[in-house]
């Protein structure tokens, strides 16, 4: 059974994090390992506090599992501290680990920020360069692009800028535009969109839910294309099975 690695924070709704991505993962035929970068407080309402784990204990994690078990594939999602960056950084290269697959969390749902400034700009020049994708929203790629996204023309054109970081293959999620949910893939060569119904309401965890779907249908052989479509029919799915358990949000049904 191939292993996936997911790094990133914790969320006691299950409904996004670590948490998240590990069932994802086992729903999908693939076995999750986890690094945690930071414990939240935080509810299907509003995130409440966010503590950042130490450098020293973010490296002991790595340590102590990659001695141990080596994952086929690795996803970043929240990071939080530029401290935590560089451990990530430093131990992805020292371990080797292929496959890295970047969820850029910048804001919660409920718009809490996610990762410092300084961190952002620390994962702009030395985290994405090293990533074969990078999973993005329209939020997040305006952020990372510094281009106004409102339409297919300018989510491309976002797409060419976030790929000239070095990034192998870039996705953005097209999700907050008018019409049918299309997300783009852009590789360097060739766009590749994938166009499918939109749902209306606010659902929790469904990046954390693509990009480790994309992670672990790569891990099962799938090209970057059929791994596109996989992830995006899969979160759809989830959407029509969420459930209404808190006062806020919808959590996906995995």
């Known amino acids: 059974m191939k292993v996936a690695l997911t790094i990133g924070g914790s969320d006691p709704t299950g ?11 086992q729903a999908l035929g693939v076995y999750g390992v986890s690094v945690v970068t930071a414990i939240t407080a935080q ?9 950042p784990l130490s450098p020293q204990l973010i490296d002991s994690q790595f340590k102590a599992l990659l001695n141990d078990i080596n994952p086929y594939g690795a996803k970043i999602g929240m990071i939080y501290t530029s401290e935590a960056l560089d451990c990530i950084i430093e131990n992805c290269k020292k371990y080797g ?15 809490t920020e996610l990762i410092r400034k300084d961190t952002l700009k620390k994962l702009k020049e030395e985290a994405i360069p090293m990533a074969e994708v990078i999973t993005a929203n329209i939020p997040e790629a305006e952020i990372l692009s ?3 996204i409102n339409s297919k023309e300018t989510i491309i054109e976002a797409a060419k800028t976030i790929h000239k970081m070095g990034v192998q293959t870039v996705i953005i999620k097209g999700g907050h535009l008018e019409g049918k949910a299309s997300d783009f893939l852009y590789n360097g060569k060739e766009i590749h969109i994938e166009e499918d119904e939109k749902f209306s309401g606010i659902y929790h965890g469904t990046g954390c839910a693509f990009s480790s779907a994309f992670l ?27 459930m209404k358990l808190g006062k ?6 995995i």
Request: proline letters at 1%.
């Open 15 to 25: 409904g996004a994090g670590v948490q998240m991505d590990i069932k994802v993962f």
């Open 43 to 51: 509810n299907t309402t509003a995130v409440e506090n966010i503590h």
């Open 97 to 111: 680990i292929k496959r890295l697959i970047i969820d850029p969390i910048i804001k919660s749902s409920t718009g």
């Open 146 to 148: 510094g281009i106004q």
């Open 216 to 242: 672990s249908f790569l891990c099962l052989g799938y090209s970057s294309k059929d791994a596109l479509k996989a992830s995006k029919n899969f979160v759809k799915n989830a959407i029509r099975n969420a």
């Open 248 to 253: 806020g949000m919808y959590l996906l049904k």
